[in-house]
C-alpha cells in the first residue's frame, strides 16, 4: 500500500514537473495586462493581437502547409516502407532496416538538422520552403513506419495468401486487404506526423532560410527581443491543437484494437459452432 502510494506521488509530481510551465503560460494569455508578473483580469486582447499580425498569420498557414504535405508525404512513403520491411523474409535483413529506421527517432535533433544543413549546401539548394519541407518529410517517415508496422504484423498471412488463390493480383492485395488492415495505424501515422511537423524547432532552425519560417522559430526568435503576451496566446493556441491531434490518434489506436478483438472474438465463436456442427 505505501509503495502504491509513493508511486502514485512521484507519478503526479512528474505530471506537474512538466504540465506546470504549459499551463502558466496559457494562464497569463488570458491576462488584461501586458505582463506575466500579476494577473490584471481576463481579456482576450493578446489573441486579437495575434490574429492581427499578418506575418504571423502568414507564418501560421505556412507552419499548416508544411505539417500537412510533409505528413501526407511520409505518410504515403512510410506505409510502402513499413509495407517493404514487413514483406522481408531474411530476419538479419529486416533487423537492420529496424534499426536503421529507429535510429532516426532517437538521434538528436541538432544533429539531424545540422546534417540536413550540410546535405542541402552541398547540393546548393536554397534554405526555405522546400528545404524545410523535405526534412521535415524525412525525420517523419520513421514515426509513420513505427506506426504502420505493428498493424501489419498483427494481419494474419494467410488473407493474403487465400486472396492470391482467389486470382487477386497485387494490386487487388493491396487495395482491398492490407491497405484496410493497415488503415488505423496508417491514420495513427498520419496524425503522429503532423503532431511532430507542428511541435519540431531544432531540425527546422537549422534548415530554415531565406525569409521562411515556421512557428517554433518565430516563437523563439520573438521571446529572444522580449516576453510579449501575444506569444503566450500563440503558444497556447499550438497547444490545443496538438492535444488535439494526440487524442484523435489514441482515439484511432482504442477503437482499432476494440475491432481487432471484436473480430478475434467473432472468428473464435464462428470456429466453435463448427466444431459442434461437425
Not at 142 to 156: A, D, F, G, K
Not at 177 to 191: E, R, S
Request: charge should be positive; aromatic fraction near 14%.
Amino acid at each position: 500500500m505505501k509503495k502504491h502510494y509513493l508511486g502514485t506521488s512521484y507519478l503526479v509530481f512528474v505530471f506537474i514537473l512538466m504540465y506546470a510551465p504549459i499551463f502558466y503560460m496559457i494562464f497569463f494569455a488570458f491576462n488584461r495586462g501586458n505582463y506575466m508578473t500579476s494577473f490584471t483580469g481576463f481579456s482576450l486582447r493578446h489573441f486579437g493581437n495575434m490574429f492581427s499580425d499578418r506575418r504571423l498569420m502568414s507564418i501560421l498557414l505556412n507552419t499548416f502547409i508544411i505539417a500537412f504535405l510533409s505528413s501526407l508525404l511520409a505518410t504515403l512513403i512510410g506505409t510502402f516502407g513499413a509495407l517493404g520491411i514487413y514483406q522481408t523474409k531474411q530476419k538479419g535483413i529486416k533487423n537492420i532496416l529496424l534499426s536503421l529506421n529507429n535510429i532516426l527517432l532517437v538521434s538528436p535533433d541538432v544533429i539531424i538538422g545540422a546534417s540536413f544543413l550540410i546535405l542541402f549546401t552541398m547540393f546548393g539548394l536554397t534554405l526555405g520552403f522546400g528545404s524545410v519541407l523535405l526534412a521535415h518529410i524525412a525525420f517523419s517517415i520513421p514515426i509513420v513506419v513505427l506506426m504502420v508496422l505493428p498493424r501489419l504484423n498483427e494481419m494474419n498471412s494467410a488473407l493474403i495468401s487465400a486472396a492470391q488463390d482467389l486470382g487477386a493480383n497485387w494490386r487487388q492485395v493491396l487495395s482491398r486487404v492490407i491497405l484496410p488492415y493497415a488503415w488505423p495505424g496508417i491514420l495513427a501515422g498520419f496524425f503522429m506526423a503532423i503532431t511532430y511537423s507542428l511541435d519540431d524547432f531544432a531540425v527546422t532552425f537549422f534548415v530554415t532560410g531565406n525569409g521562411f519560417s515556421t512557428l517554433s522559430v518565430e516563437i523563439y526568435a520573438r521571446a529572444r527581443h522580449g516576453i510579449d503576451l501575444s506569444i503566450n496566446a500563440l503558444s497556447a493556441l499550438m497547444f490545443m491543437v496538438s492535444l488535439i491531434l494526440v487524442m484523435i490518434y489514441y482515439y484511432i489506436m482504442t477503437r482499432s484494437k476494440k475491432s481487432t478483438q471484436t473480430k478475434r472474438d467473432k472468428m473464435i465463436v464462428e470456429s466453435k459452432e463448427m466444431v459442434v456442427r461437425r
